[in-house]
C-alpha cells in the first residue's frame, strides 16, 4: 500500500537550516506530484510547497518563497524540503502528502527557538 514517511525534523534556532525527507512506497513515486503541508498548534494545515513528478515545477506558500525549497530524488523515491532562514512561525509538524491517494505521513515536527 501507499506509504509515507517523514523524517530530519528536529529544534533549531531561529536563521537556521534544516532539511526534511519522506520516503515513498507502494505506487511509481515518478508519475506523481508531492507536496508538503505543515500545522502549527491551533491553525489549520497549510500547504507549504508541492513539485511535479519529474521535478521541473515548483509551488510555495508566500510565507516560505525564498527560503524553502523542494525537489525530489526518483531514483530514491524521496521528496525533500530544505527549510532556510527559518523563523519562530515556522514551528509547526509537516506532513508529506500524496495527493493521487489522498495519502499523509505521520508527520515530523520542527521547532524554531532560541
Known amino acids: 500500500q501507499v506509504q509515507l514517511v517523514e523524517s530530519g525534523g528536529g529544534l533549531v534556532q531561529p536563521g537556521g537550516s534544516l532539511r526534511l525527507s519522506c520516503a515513498a512506497s507502494?505506487?511509481?513515486?515518478?508519475?506523481?506530484?508531492m507536496n508538503w503541508y505543515r500545522q502549527a498548534p491551533g491553525k489549520e494545515r497549510e500547504l507549504v510547497a508541492g513539485v511535479s513528478p519529474t521535478g521541473s515545477s515548483t509551488n510555495y506558500a508566500d510565507s516560505v518563497k525564498g527560503r524553502f525549497t523542494i525537489f525530489r530524488d526518483n531514483r530514491k523515491n524521496t521528496v525533500l524540503l530544505q527549510m532556510n532562514s527559518l523563523k519562530p512561525e515556522d514551528t509547526a509538524v509537516y506532513f508529506c502528502?500524496?495527493?493521487?491517494?489522498?495519502?499523509w505521513g505521520q508527520g515530523t515536527q520542527v521547532t524554531v527557538s532560541s
Open positions: 507502494g505506487f511509481t513515486f515518478r508519475n506523481y506530484a
Open positions: 502528502y500524496a495527493a493521487a491517494f489522498n495519502v
